[in-house]
């Protein structure tokens, strides 16, 4: 069975850095790419980040993280990573790490985690 676990979030100051955590179990993690997305209270889900399987050579990023959020991956630990730079208050929401096929749609992803919840303080 396939289980993600989050981790790293927290509250910080707007400016401020996290770096969320994905460990990943169950099948290949190096077969599948990884995703993040995030929800805001009465928001939907969004995209956030995603990287490709195996070297993780391709990352893409939602238009509102770019330059701000960086995405990564360890296959050695089963492990994905947010490092988080400059966050600011609209970035507060719990965010989902998940894997799949990849894309920057939900439905590209096949496995979720329980959430990680993130506040920015302005």
């Known amino acids: 069975q396939v289980q993600l676990v989050e981790s790293g979030g927290g509250l910080v100051q707007a400016g ?17 790419a990884m995703g993040w997305f995030r929800q805001a209270p009465g928001k939907e ?10 070297s993780g050579r391709s990352t893409y990023y ?6 701000r959020f960086t995405i990564s991956r360890d296959n ?4 994905a990573y947010l490092q988080m730079n400059s966050l600011k208050p609209e ?8 894997t799949g096929p990849g894309g920057s749609y939900s ?3 096949d496995y979720w985690g329980q959430g990680t919840q993130v506040t920015v303080s302005s």
Request: glycine share 8%.
């Open 62 to 67: 939602a238009d509102s993280v770019k330059g």
């Open 107 to 109: 439905w590209e992803y």
């Open 16 to 32: 401020g850095s996290l770096r969320l955590s994905c460990a990943a179990s169950g099948r290949t993690f190096s077969s599948y």
């Open 45 to 54: 889900r969004e995209f956030v980040a995603g990287i490709s399987w195996w």
């Open 91 to 98: 970035d507060t929401a719990v965010y989902y790490c998940a």
């Open 76 to 79: 050695a630990k089963n492990t």
